[in-house]
């Protein structure tokens, strides 16, 4: 146990230290890492101001991500809404530096001022959501779904960089409507003897299908709802029972004659002990009754503007339904132990035929909802 917790202890030290090189200054700013090697010499003198190692990088560094932070300020066309976020990450990153570096008196002994580039971040951010809302208007103007997609992307960026900017919030909310594939689900063509009602079968597999899709901008609903949309929907899904058939119950009998030897005595010969046996007989009949109940649901996915087909596909499944038991007559001591158990069972009633229906369905349910969770 001792030379456990003594593995232990020492894996846990030789992990601290390996974590501890990773995060050397040192060893960033040999990699040109030089902002990250800043923010570790930092970290290093809130920790230990007179860590000679975070002096030196600090020192060191510090010139190299001003010039760095000069040229990506210098060289920015501010017309590249990708760009601009790329030097608002790195630029927040730098400020977040100087405010740690302005409450680390260690750090302001080595560079007395450092230097804040908090308005021209906040000048940045300003202009880059006045130009990606501008994007936005621009993708709105021909609203197809991957427009507003994009519409959506950009509006959502104007409001991260300038919260509440112009009418943005009613932007994306407009956006996101628009982006949405709305994906209409035709009333199924069920099976006259399938009795669950159609409010059911929505409220499951549609439910279903909007948690399966939730956050990917795809709504699905029934033919009852739609009268209620916005706008005409994208897509249309048909389900189509193409069968459902309960079968025949196949009932199969099978009678044996079993027989064991079991120990029933011993006697002593020549002062050998031996085990008397005797055989034991019984007639075993084994009874199996088969109800075989399968469906088939054809999946069509239509554009419902121009109706051409997009997905086409056929799903089958089976429910097999079994009832076994056992009698014997004889002597039930021949009896194995799974014989024995089939013996202390009792024939089943065959179940409602709306019961296998409901089995069947909800297996064609998992394969379908599956399959469109990948398209969706």
């Not at 860590?51 to 990088?57: F, K, P, S, T």
């Not at 006259?192 to 597999?205: L, P």
């Not at 009633?349 to 089995?359: A, S």
């Amino acid at each position: 146990m001792n030379t456990l917790k003594i593995t232990l202890k020492s894996v846990i030290v030789l992990t601290l230290l390996l974590l501890v090189a990773c995060a050397s200054p040192m060893k960033s700013y040999q990699k040109g890492n030089y902002l990250t090697a800043c923010e570790q010499a930092v970290k290093k003198l809130q920790q230990s101001p007179a860590n000679a190692e975070a002096r030196e990088v600090l020192a060191k560094a510090y010139p190299k991500v001003l010039e760095e932070v000069g040229r990506e300020t210098d060289s920015l066309t501010f017309e590249n809404i990708e760009e601009n976020a790329e030097v608002i990450t790195f630029l927040e990153r730098w400020n977040k530096l100087i405010d740690k570096m302005n409450i680390t008196p260690a750090a302001l002994e080595i560079i007395p001022n450092p230097d804040s580039y908090k308005k021209e971040l906040s000048e940045l951010k300003e202009y880059t959501a006045q130009i990606a809302y501008d994007a936005g208007e621009k993708y709105m103007t021909q609203p197809t779904v991957d427009n507003a997609r994009l519409a959506l992307k950009y509006f959502t960026t104007a409001d991260q960089y300038e919260p509440g900017y112009k009418e943005v919030k009613n932007k994306i909310k407009e956006a996101r409507e628009a982006a949405t594939l709305k994906v209409l689900i035709m009333d199924p063509m069920l099976p006259v003897s399938y009795r669950w009602g159609r409010d059911f079968f929505y409220r499951n597999w549609i439910d279903n299908l909007n948690h399966r899709t939730y956050g990917n901008l795809v709504h699905f609903y029934p033919f009852s709802e739609m009268s209620s949309q916005q706008r005409p929907p994208d897509q249309q899904i048909d389900f189509n029972f193409q069968s459902f058939t309960m079968g025949i119950p196949n009932t199969m009998v099978q009678e044996e004659v079993v027989s064991r030897e079991i120990p029933v005595g011993t006697n002593v010969v020549n002062g050998v002990e031996h085990t008397i046996y005797e055989t034991v007989s019984a007639q075993f009949i084994y009874h199996r009754v088969e109800l075989i109940t399968s469906g088939r649901l054809e999946v069509r996915i239509t554009d419902y503007a121009t109706r051409k087909f997009l997905h086409d596909r056929t799903f089958y499944q089976e429910f097999v339904w079994v009832s076994e038991w056992a009698t014997f007559s004889g002597d039930p001591r021949a009896l194995n132990s799974q014989q024995q158990f089939l013996v202390g069972r009792h024939a089943l009633p065959l179940p409602m035929e709306q019961d296998v229906y409901d089995t069947v369905l909800k297996q064609l349910k998992g394969d379908v909802v599956r399959y469109l969770s990948m398209i969706y």
